[in-house]
């Protein structure tokens, strides 16, 4: 007799287990939501530091923690509001980048949400020219205008 109980038990247990809806993994793209993710910079001039402004929204029902910031790398700096964005207000995530070597770029703005295990991307992009090739762009775009 308590076998049969055990084994009725366990089947409704079961039952009711499988038949829980099961929420995937909260996602920050519900939380907040950015004007843009990406934004190229173009040609800039080695070591003059440029930085752009991401502008995001609360979107969702509760105030959201921007619990970290971090790049790709050494040569971009993200700051962040530190504390919490009520619902339905806007804030912005500022990515610095100190364009020291020349080259393009193509660089990685990682948000993490608190409570919220994978980080949002942002993205910045250019080409960093060094002096003489800046100028020579930079004539370039002014004798362009001047001949229309």
């Known amino acids: 007799m308590k076998r049969l109980l055990f084994t009725f038990v366990a089947v409704i247990a079961t039952t009711f287990a499988i038949a829980q809806k099961t929420e995937g993994p909260l996602k920050a793209e519900n939380f907040i939501s950015f004007k843009e993710m990406k934004h190229d910079f173009g040609k800039v001039k080695q070591g003059v530091p440029v930085s752009y ?3 995001f929204e609360n979107v969702s029902d ?3 923690v921007i619990e970290n910031s971090w790049a790709s790398c050494g040569c971009t700096t993200p ?3 530190q504390q919490p964005v009520a619902k339905g207000k806007s804030n912005t995530i500022k990515a610095g980048f100190n364009a020291a070597a020349a080259g393009p770029f193509d660089k990685t703005v990682y948000v993490k949400l608190q409570g919220i295990d994978a980080p949002l991307e942002l993205k910045i992009s250019g080409e ?3 002096a003489e090739a800046y100028a020579k762009y930079e004539a370039s775009k002014k004798g362009s205008k001047g001949g229309k």
């Open 53 to 55: 402004e991401f502008t």
């Open 62 to 64: 509760k105030p959201v």
């Open 79 to 81: 700051t962040w509001p």
């Open 128 to 130: 960093v020219l060094n």
